[in-house]
Every structure is written in structure tokens, then in C-alpha cells.
């Protein structure tokens, strides 16, 4: 094994290739210097800087409206969509059509809401880039709850028919329960990728009400800061954060049952 050691360089320069870069943005958020590319001195000023700056704080409420409103909305009807598809209606075009928006490129997401919206001539604004990330995170809460749902016994729900429980009370007390780690790990995974989300809010939101991605893109587009790997660490560090604890939740949700 050990002569062959050499053939673990392209694993390692592999995972250098995906997170040196991420590292260095870490780093440089910490940088006194005000150019991004020479090290000045450790620094917190570019994270108090953040606090200040009036449409990253606009930016970051309209983000977490955004998210916590469409993480809401697709864990609802993505739960129901996925217990439907595997318990009543079973059939390939429906479980395909399920997937698509998770499938589909954004740009092709973003180009049929804005289409859509003015079809319908709606305005937009939050609500508009709300129903944009319920689409797509409704499937991807789908998906992961469908996974649940064929690791589970069906014997209970069975069982629980058997001794008189209407499909409503078999439903909340056996069948959600079960579920309940899968929908919290479609949940989590709903926010964080609302979170962090670009193309389909740039498309679908209204210009005087930007989400804080378009608000990062407008202020790397004049170079890249200090303050821009400082706002690009802490939200790194939710993501990090909300990953923990869907792992930590989940295993306690086990555990408990």
C-alpha cells in the first residue's frame, strides 16, 4: 500500500482545488489591507463595516423573508407531494415532473416564472421571488422525503388503519412522525439553497427590493473587497451551521424514537 501512495496526489490536489480558494476567501475577510490580494494584518474592521452598510442590511431581511417563507411553503407541499406520489397516485411522468425544477437549469426556471409572471401580469417584487423558490424547493423537499418514505415500514401505517385510525389520524400520528428527520433535512436543505440563491432572484425580483446575492453582485462587479470575503465568510458559516444541526437534529430525532 505504501508504494502506491503516490496514487492518492490526485484525491488530495482534488480537494485543494475545491477548498483552497475558500480558504484564502476566509482569510482575507481578516485582512487590514484594503487590497484583496496583499496581506496587511489581521483585522475585524471589514465585518463592523457590514453592520453599517445600509443595503447589505436590506438585502440580508429581504433573504430572510425570501427563505423562511419559501422553506415554510416547501416543506408543506413538499411533504404532501412526496406521500402523495407514494401512497396514492403512482406513476413515472408525475414522480419525473416531481424532480424537473430541481433538475432544470436556473436560467431556464428563472426565464419561464418571469414569462409566466407577466402572462399573468403580476408585479414584482418579494412575493414573486417567494413563489420562484418554493417551486424549486418544494422539489428538492420532494425528493428527500420520498427517500424516507422507501425506508419505511408500511406495516405501521397498516396497523394503525387496522385498529380504527381514520387515513387523517394514521397520517399525523404514524406516518409524520416517521418522517419527521426527512423533513427537516428537505427543510434545511429548502433554506440554505434559498439562502444563497442568484439567477432565479434575479429574473423574478423587483429592482427596488433586491435579495442579498443581487446585492453582492452589484458591489463585486466594481472588484472584489475585504468587505465582500467578510460578508462571503458569514455566510459560509450559517451554511456550515445549518448543516450541523440538520445532522444533530436528525440523530436526536432517531435516537428519541
Partial sequence: MRRHGWLRLPFWLTYL????????????????????YSWGGFSLDWYGRLAGNASIRTGLLNTLIVALGSTALSTVLGTLLAVGLARHTRS???DALSTLPAILPDLVIAIGLLAFYSAIKLTLGLHSVLIAHTVFGMAFVAAVVRARLGGMDTSLEEASRD????????FAKVTLPTLAPGILA????????SLDEFVIAFFTAAPSEPTLPIVIYSMVRFGVTPEINALATLLLAVSFTVVIVAQRLTRLTEALR
Fill in 17 to 36: 482545488f475545491l477548498y483552497a480558494p475558500i480558504v484564502v476567501l476566509v482569510v482575507m475577510s481578516f485582512n487590514r489591507n484594503k487590497s484583496p
Fill in 92 to 94: 413515472r411522468l408525475l
Fill in 163 to 170: 385498529l380504527g385510525a381514520t387515513p387523517l389520524t394514521t
Fill in 186 to 193: 428537505g427543510a434545511l436543505l429548502a433554506f440554505t439553497l
